[in-house]
């Protein structure tokens, strides 16, 4: 663990990534104790100009509601989304992965098929449709998204699996008489974790994207205040109030660097043979 | 100060006074938005091809920003003491685009046959009419089985535009070549149509009344992205934006341009009203008490300020303001969270959320949407706002699929035409959004509503719609919100550019540009 720290803070930009990433959790932790009113509580006149009245640091969007508020409680929808739909993915992913690379032959091809079959759709147009399909809501969101990011974490895992099934250990464990999905689960799994960890949190990243582009679409959860959904209220309104587009893009933008900063640390760190030299 | 504001008064009215005189030529550009399918208004009536098309053809009356009538291809129009028979004198010289003159065959071969065939609202006004005839070639007489006092304002460009016999007696009408290049008696002629680019009118130098038009063109141009149609106007290349053209959100901005103009007027005919619809069937909105509280939950000066840009007014009750016949009559629903929450508690209300359908007409409705849901919120009413496209919102309203929806209705002139229907009891039919969706029934205000169609003289009808509203207002069957303002923005250099309670559509002919 010690070792692991070490190499993850000698990539300076993972540090700053993983500090803004804290930031941003604990805002979202503290939200509901700071901003006690609903994000979308009309509590002054609309379109004042952030830093001019302390009590609503960031000014207010077209409705008059506290664009602080409104960023604080979007970070928690981020987060959430970007966590559970990663989770999910990986749910879908890990057990396809793992059987097209842990079994080969016919298992493989069709597992792959199917896989593939999802890769060449482009992701964000199929989230696109599934949310209309599905009504936009905060599980058919999560739902979409998980569906759209997976194919990446099962070819991931295949590729790892097939390295590692033909290893001594796992053939040891063969014929030691453990079942398939004994081997799979303690001796192969854990020897994946460290590339599935980096992806997974590429994969927050992404997702947060992705919510928050849909949002901007009009796709969002009609009743729950995310980043991009003020993006996407605010466009109509940028040539009189900039700061209403500005501050949640600006928040996105730093969440998904950190996300991405810190998915480099993490690569650095549990791959050590790999880590880039000169750093 | 004040003496100060009154000298310049003064002044700009002995200045508008002296500038008044309407001089002729010159050409104007409008947005029409969307582009209309066709401008045959005698058998496509979407308000973008009421624009174009109302200069083409015209009817037998238009109306004042009263709804007063005034003359239009009548010149004069007498109406029998029991109200039964309306006799129309026809204009001198009047010619169609083609040359031909127009007679009173021309009217009952509209009226009888043409429209009949082609446009519902017309059989509608029709039932209450025993004959149409014409006596001689300058007059048409009007029986009506029963006294039917909203007749008179039935007679728009609108409702009961006037074609032309010798085009189209004996053909298809909808599929005649004339469609494609309309023949009418109005001011303007038909010159060109370019898909996807604009509709051109020319002057029509035959037109009845001497010196009218004053424009020589008029360009309508089809600029089908809402940013662009903005920027037309700012760069100067539109003079004239429709009311409802450009979204809402761009309005300040364009209103605030040097040398702009804006009005309100031009709606008195469609008096467009926006209301929520409440779902009478369902529990708890079928308490009439859980009703009022809705009504005082809403902050509705708010929408008006915020999301209206300050267009529009406060409705009272079920007739817009504009309408003829409108009261303000008691009980009215000022915003007070505090008596709606006090209502709730009467009523015990278990504080189950209620989902609610916003109008999928873009950004300002969705805004409307979320402010609404933050009133009833305040007010103790939790409320989800679901997410639904144009033919899914068609689809929920007109199943009563929905608990609390948006919508907007045009109430078309009399509240014979355009409000019983979204309250009476033989108006409630599952598969049309446009009737009676909330399902409220009260035998005593439909029999209000019968006699007050029929009654005769207005003063009679008055009492009764006096009645029916005041019901009503004490009902709440539907959550009044506004009487919606659409302004038209356009160049100060146009004069005279609203003339009429149909705008745009009908003013041309008077319209003209400042030197």
């Not at chain 2, 009506?144 to 909203?150: G, I, N, V, Y």
Request: include cysteine; proline fraction near 7%; hydrophobic fraction near 45%.
């Amino acid at each position: 663990m010690k070792d692991f720290w070490k190499r993850f803070s000698q990539n300076r930009g993972a540090v700053i990534g993983l500090c803004v990433l804290l930031l941003v959790v604990i805002l979202s932790i503290v939200a509901p104790f700071i901003y006690t009113k609903s994000p979308w509580a009309m509590v002054q006149r609309p379109f004042i100009p952030p830093f001019t009245m302390d009590a609503f640091l960031l000014g207010t969007d077209p409705m008059g509601r506290d664009l602080a508020a409104g960023l604080a409680h979007g970070a928690r929808v981020s987060l959430l989304v970007g966590l559970v739909s990663t989770l999910v993915s990986l749910i879908i992913g890990i057990p396809i992965g793992a059987a097209a690379g842990y079994f080969g032959g016919w298992v493989d091809d069709l597992l792959m098929r199917f896989t593939e079959f999802f890769q060449s759709v482009p992701s964000f147009a199929l989230a696109v449709v599934l949310v209309a399909i599905f009504q936009p809501n905060i599980t058919s969101i999560i739902v979409s998204i998980a569906v759209v990011s997976w194919p990446p974490v099962a070819r991931l895992l295949r590729g790892e699996v097939m390295s590692l099934r033909s290893r001594e250990f796992v053939e040891a464990a063969v014929l030691s008489g453990q079942t398939h999905l004994t081997i799979i689960w303690r001796q192969i799994l854990p020897n994946t974790l460290s590339p599935i960890i980096v992806l997974a949190s590429m994969m927050v990243a992404a997702a947060i994207l992705i919510e928050s582009s849909l949002s901007f679409l009009g796709l969002g959860d009609r009743n729950v205040m995310s980043w991009g959904y003020i993006i996407g209220a605010g466009r109509t309104v940028i040539r009189q109030a900039w700061w209403v587009s500005f501050f949640p893009g600006l928040a996105i933008l730093l969440t998904v660097l950190a996300l991405n900063l810190v998915g480099e640390g993490l690569n650095d760190a549990l791959n050590p043979r790999l880590a880039r030299k000169g750093r | 100060m004040r003496r100060l504001l009154f000298a310049s008064l003064a002044f700009s009215l002995t200045a508008t006074a002296v500038l008044a005189q309407a001089v002729p030529g010159g050409k104007l550009n409008l947005i029409v938005q969307p582009e209309p399918p066709s401008v045959m208004i005698g058998i496509t009536t979407n308000a973008p091809a009421l624009l174009v098309g109302g200069n083409i053809y015209e009817s037998l009356l238009r109306y004042d920003e009263n709804l007063k009538p005034m003359p239009s291809l009548a010149k004069s129009w007498t109406i029998s003491d029991d109200g039964l028979s309306y006799t129309f004198v026809l204009q001198d010289g009047v010619k169609w685009h083609d040359g031909k003159p127009l007679t009173s065959a021309d009217v009952l071969f509209s009226v009888n046959d043409f429209l009949m065939k082609m446009q519902p609202r017309h059989r509608n006004l029709m039932t209450h009419v025993e004959s149409v005839s014409a006596p001689d070639d300058k007059t048409v007489v009007f029986k009506l089985k029963e006294p039917f006092e909203a007749f008179i304002r039935g007679l728009s460009f609108y409702t009961m535009p006037i074609l032309p016999k010798h085009i189209y007696e004996g053909t298809e009408y909808a599929t005649n070549p004339a469609n494609d290049k309309p023949i009418g008696t109005g001011p303007f002629k038909f010159d060109e149509w370019k898909r996807g680019s604009y509709i051109h009118l020319v002057k029509n130098p035959d037109y009845y009344l001497k010196g009218k038009p004053y424009l020589d063109e008029l360009y309508y141009q089809v600029i089908p992205d809402g940013a662009s149609r903005s920027v037309a106007f700012e760069t100067g290349k539109i003079d004239v934006v429709p009311g409802g053209s450009v979204e809402n959100f761009d309005i300040p901005r364009l209103r605030d341009l040097p040398n702009t103009c804006s009005t309100e007027k031009g709606w008195e005919y469609f008096a467009p009203l926006s209301w929520l619809w409440l779902n009478n069937r369902k529990p708890p909105m079928d308490n009439v008490k859980f009703r009022q509280a809705v009504m005082y939950a809403l902050d509705r000066e708010f929408a008006k300020d915020v999301l209206w840009n300050g267009y529009g007014k406060v409705a009272t009750g079920p007739l817009s303001s504009k309408l003829p016949f409108y009261k303000n009559v008691a009980p009215t629903y000022a915003h007070d969270p505090a008596k709606a929450k006090a209502l709730l508690k009467e009523i015990g209300y278990d504080g189950k959320p209620l989902k609610l359908l916003p109008l999928p007409y873009g950004e300002t409705w969705q805004r409307w949407a979320e402010a609404v849901k933050q009133n009833l919120g305040d007010a103790g009413i939790p409320v989800e706002i679901e997410a639904t496209d144009v033919a899914g919102w068609n689809q929920r309203t007109s199943n009563w699929d929905y608990d609390i929806a948006f919508t907007y209705l045009y109430q078309n002139g009399d509240p014979a035409i355009g409000v019983d229907r979204n309250y009476k009891t033989s108006q409630i039919a599952k598969g049309n959004p446009f009737n009676n969706v909330e399902g409220y029934s009260n035998p005593t205000l439909d029999t209000l509503f019968d006699q007050a169609a029929v009654a005769y003289p207005a003063a009679k009808r008055q009492e009764l719609y006096d009645q029916a509203q005041k019901k009503l207002q004490e009902d709440v069957p539907v959550a009044w919100l506004l009487e919606l303002g659409f302004p038209t923005i356009y160049n100060c250099k146009v004069q005279d550019l609203v003339t009429t309670a149909s705008g745009l559509p009908e003013s041309m002919r008077d319209a003209w540009i400042k030197k």
